[in-house]
């Protein structure tokens, strides 16, 4: 975590050492969802409304395409119920994408990769009428012998983005989040799990 933070915090300043770049705040409203799959039937969660905040940086590249690293924090997850009973994973990451855009006079578009690193979260289960939490640990063990629940702490995804630019540096984005690698821990004998996500949100560049 920490190698992850310093690293996107070197980018960050690389986006804002010269003149013409900026760096950025915004904050998001997301809809998240997670499909699983295993014996070749596929299921997909419920979604689940949640929140998204983060930096972003600018680094111009050539003309009007421009490098927008972020480092964000959000909470992925979804809905597996029926009648009121059932699971709600809330998974809390930090995030970064890298993004590479292009700029028009009011508006962008881009897409890169993204990597996420679980940092916490919990199983919310509810059961004829009675409800269970149980706590999310991101380390990957296929074989645990306490009462947690076990996920990978890597989530590898491809990020899309479009926004309009404001006046005084406001924008406004839509984007979206496809995850590409399972987060249940093994090699996915028994099945996968992916997240994804999408949502609007609004910023300001400084």
């Known amino acids: 975590m920490k190698?992850?933070?310093?690293?996107?915090?070197?980018?960050?300043?690389?986006?804002?050492?010269?003149?013409?770049?900026?760096?950025?705040?915004?904050?998001?409203?997301?809809?998240?969802?997670?499909?699983?799959?295993?014996?070749?039937?596929?299921?997909?969660?419920?979604?689940?409304?949640?929140?998204?905040?983060?930096?972003?940086?600018?680094?111009?590249?050539?003309?009007?395409?421009?490098?927008?690293p972020q480092l964000n924090v959000l909470s992925k997850g979804g809905k597996f119920t029926e009648d009121g009973d059932g699971v709600t994973l809330k998974l809390t990451y930090v995030e970064v994408p890298l993004l590479f855009t292009y700029h028009f006079s009011k508006a962008f578009i881009g897409a890169g990769p993204s990597v996420s690193i679980g940092i916490g979260g919990e199983a919310v289960s509810t059961f004829d009428g009675e409800t269970e939490v149980t706590k999310i640990k991101f380390d990957g063990n296929e074989d645990p012998n306490d009462?947690?629940?076990?996920?990978?702490?890597?989530?590898?995804?491809?990020?899309?983005?479009?926004?309009?630019?404001?006046?005084?540096?406001?924008?406004?984005?839509?984007?979206?989040n496809l995850g590409v690698t399972s987060i249940v821990p093994g090699e996915n004998q028994e099945g996968k799990m992916t997240n994804r996500y999408f949502g609007f949100g609004i910023g300001k560049n400084f």
């Open 147 to 176: 009462e947690m629940g076990h996920l990978r702490r890597t989530d590898v995804g491809i990020h899309f983005i479009g926004g309009v630019k404001l006046p005084k540096g406001l924008f406004v984005n839509a984007h979206y």
């Open 3 to 68: 190698k992850l933070t310093l690293a996107l915090a070197g980018v960050l300043a690389i986006g804002t050492s010269a003149s013409a770049q900026k760096i950025g705040v915004h904050a998001n409203g997301i809809v998240s969802t997670l499909s699983a799959s295993a014996d070749g039937l596929t299921v997909n969660s419920q979604s689940r409304f949640s929140w998204k905040v983060g930096l972003q940086g600018e680094l111009p590249l050539s003309g009007n395409f421009k490098l927008m």
